[in-house]
């Protein structure tokens, strides 16, 4: 198959684990006959930097002409002064918006080696596989007002949303539990919000057209207690935007460290952007020790959701299972006896197993 994709490495660590991302794509493409042409734009604070503008036209345009987008992250301490909207990180909020991507889908499952590496007990972690699909279009990040009123020394932010913009990823969590364990547990703050209030009536209209997907409800602070004190209670998870964007980086203990997260940033049809949970990490930019694994595994779920390669993905993931049984990883991790690596050798350790694997034996992280 012949694929464009779009890369938009961004800030910080992103041009470290995107460069691991693109490798890894690389060797599939010629193990597979594939061809995957890729083309770099500039996003968040490289396009600041570059274009005088966090999200150019020339990428909207890039990425609305693509078969799929690849992120890595944006943002960092040179352009914190910047007011709200020239921040890099509208950037990233402009393109979710550009595209249409309203649906945010973050795969919460610990691979076996890393049972060890959450602070949590591991049989708390065993067995716990959650898909959080966070609403990414709307909610508090994008509702206007947003702005500081200095007549009144007061600040604003809206939390809106249409109807349409819940029923929509409502109905994708409900279709995305069918592929599932069956089960939706929708989160909100009902007890305070008019905004929820709507959204748990959303749920509980659209749970009559879906009679096989058992529902219930969480408020958000109970949510996040027991997203880590008994997260096997959970299968999908669907909730507004600035909740599910908390909640995500939360559940990340459970894998054994944000590094590990992939996502999809979807619409009902289109092209679809994958990015690693993540932020741009200034903290480890540039010291080659970037976790690669959440920027890989969001590219092997490109290759799953955007292109249905499903055999290429599995191989991916597996790679990935290899290589951490084989006690490799990077820093932020941790395995019993293991070998910590920098990004590029873990990288390298990745192709090499990829080009040995049977991916036959995964037990892969997919989305399904
Ligand atoms: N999707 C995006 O582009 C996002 C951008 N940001 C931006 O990133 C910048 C930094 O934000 P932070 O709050 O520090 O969040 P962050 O997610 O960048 O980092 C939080 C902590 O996790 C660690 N970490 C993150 N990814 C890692 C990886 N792949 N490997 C190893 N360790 C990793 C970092 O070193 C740091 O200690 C800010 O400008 C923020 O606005 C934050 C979150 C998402
Ligand atoms: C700009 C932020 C909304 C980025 C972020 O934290 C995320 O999408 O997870
Ligand atoms: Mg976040």
Same mark, same amino acid.
């Given at each position: 198959?012949?694929? !464009? $994709? ?22 599939? /493409? ?9 083309? &770099?734009?500039? %996003?968040?604070?490289?396009? $600041?930097?570059?274009? !005088?503008?966090?999200?150019?036209? *020339?990428? %909207? ?36 918006? &550009? ?8 795969? $919460? ?19 716990? +596989? $959650? ?31 249409? !109807? ?14 069918? *592929?599932?364990? =069956? @089960? ?6 009902? +007890? ?20 096989? %997907? ?11 207690? =027991?997203?880590?004190? +008994? ?7 669907? *909730? ?9 980086? &939360? ?15 979807? @619409? ?12 741009? /990490? ?16 969001? /590219? ?24 951490? &049984? ?10 019993? +006896? ?16 990829? /080009? ?13």
């Amino acid at each position: 198959m012949n694929k !464009q $994709i779009v890369i938009l490495p961004g800030d910080g660590i992103g041009k470290e684990i995107m460069d691991a991302a693109v490798r890894v794509l690389q060797a599939i /493409a010629e193990n597979f006959n594939h061809q995957f042409t890729f083309s &770099e734009h500039l %996003i968040g604070g490289a396009a $600041i930097d570059g274009e !005088q503008s966090p999200l150019p036209e *020339t990428t %909207i345009h890039a990425c609305k002409k693509a078969d799929a987008v690849l992120l890595g992250a944006v943002g960092g301490e040179k352009w914190d002064a910047l007011p709200g909207e020239k921040r890099p990180e509208k950037g990233l909020l402009g393109i979710r918006k &550009e595209l249409g991507l309203f649906a945010n889908l973050r795969p $919460i499952k610990a691979f076996t080696p890393l049972l060890h590496a959450s602070p949590l007990k591991e049989e708390i972690v065993e067995g716990s +596989n $959650i898909l959080i699909i966070r609403e990414l279009t709307g909610g508090l990040y994008f509702g206007e007002p947003k702005k500081r009123i200095p007549e009144e020394n007061a600040v604003v932010d809206t939390l809106y949303y249409t !109807q349409t913009e819940i029923e929509r990823i409502v109905d994708k969590a409900f279709q995305t539990a069918r *592929t599932r364990k =069956k @089960r939706v547990t929708s989160v909100d703050k009902a +007890n305070v919000l008019e905004s929820s209030r709507v959204w748990r009536e959303v749920v509980e209209e659209k749970s009559k057209q879906y009679p096989d %997907i058992a529902v219930d409800h969480l408020l958000v602070d109970a949510a996040a207690m =027991k997203l880590i004190t +008994n997260p096997k209670q959970f299968d999908v998870i669907v *909730t507004e935007n600035m909740f599910g964007d908390i909640l995500s980086d &939360e559940a990340s203990v459970l894998t054994g460290s944000l590094g590990m997260l992939p996502s999809a940033s979807v @619409r009902t049809d289109g092209v679809g952007l994958y990015e690693p949970v993540h932020g741009s /990490a200034p903290d480890i930019a540039g010291k080659g020790i970037a976790n690669p694994l959440g920027m890989i595994l969001s /590219a092997s779920s490109m290759l799953r959701q955007s292109f249905g390669m499903e055999q290429e993905a599995d191989e991916i993931e597996y790679a990935v299972q290899m290589t951490l &049984e084989q006690g490799y990883h990077t820093p932020d991790l941790s395995i019993k +006896n293991g070998t910590v690596v920098g990004t590029k050798e873990m990288t390298d350790i990745i192709l090499g197993n990829l /080009a040995t694997n049977d991916a036959s034996q995964c037990i892969c992280n997919s989305y399904a």
